[in-house]
């Protein structure tokens, strides 16, 4: 197999990974929400506050936090609150 085909193919896998990446960690359509600010800055449970929501889960840390909140508008307003990154809690459940 020629250098060019391997790295069209690398790059495929690479695009692939990234897409499932982006999908699982998207936003889903229910009310629960996985918060992540910056290490040293606002808390988690601040943020959540801020944004009316309410605390569902914490790590150990005070970065990252499971939230649920109502309104088409809850991961906006967490985003307005200081939040760094909103996204599904399935994986931020995983590791709290």
Do not use: H, N
């Not at 988690?44 to 088409?72: C, K």
Request: contains cysteine; negative net charge.
């Amino acid at each position: 197999m020629s250098k060019a085909w391997t790295a069209l193919i690398g790059a495929y896998f690479l695009f692939v990974c990234g897409v499932i990446a982006a999908g699982a960690m998207a936003p889903g359509g229910g009310d629960r929400l996985a918060v992540v600010t910056w290490p040293g800055g606002a808390s988690a449970a601040d943020v959540v506050a801020r944004a009316g929501g309410s605390l569902l889960q914490i790590g150990s840390g005070d970065w990252v936090a499971v939230a649920s909140g109502t309104g088409a508008d809850f991961s906006e307003r967490l985003y307005r609150a200081g939040a760094l990154l909103v996204t599904s809690p399935s994986i931020a459940e995983a590791c709290l």
